[in-house]
């Protein structure tokens, strides 16, 4: 079971900077990527960034230019640095990372409990 520790959210006025955090702790093999999407209320989860281990890095077009994901791979850390909140970057951000199990060699994945990001207007 791998488990995401997320911290970093909060209030913050619009213009202002937040960065989160997500560490991933437990047993498995590999991390295939390490993301994070968001959810406001009354709408779908959405992708907000994505960093593919070996590979890229992807963008919601929302969030392009203001937001910066990067790794830590030898704390399995990733991080979200945002810049130029607007209020609508208000939502639940929750940590994804997906990977390949130690044990049995499958794919897993899993979700931070999310932490609340609001932007002031």
């Known amino acids: 079971q791998v488990q995401l520790g997320e911290s970093g959210g909060g209030l913050v006025q619009a213009g202002g900077s937040l960065r989160l955090s997500c560490a991933a702790s437990?047993?498995?093999?590999?991390?295939?990527?390490m993301g994070w999407y968001r959810q406001a209320p009354g709408k779908q989860r959405e992708l907000v960034a994505l960093?593919?281990?070996?590979?890229?890095?992807n963008y919601a077009d929302s969030v392009k230019g203001r937001f910066t994901i990067s790794r830590d791979n030898d704390k399995n850390t990733v991080y979200l640095q945002m810049n130029s909140l607007k209020p609508e970057d208000t939502a639940v951000y929750y940590c994804?990372?997906?990977?390949?199990?130690?044990?049995?060699?499958?794919?897993?994945?899993?979700w931070g409990q999310g932490t609340q990001v609001t932007v002031s207007s």
């Open positions: 994804n990372v997906r990977g390949r199990r130690l044990s049995s060699s499958t794919n897993f994945e899993s």
């Open positions: 437990g047993r498995y093999s590999s991390i295939n990527s």
């Open positions: 960093s593919i281990t070996g590979g890229g890095t």
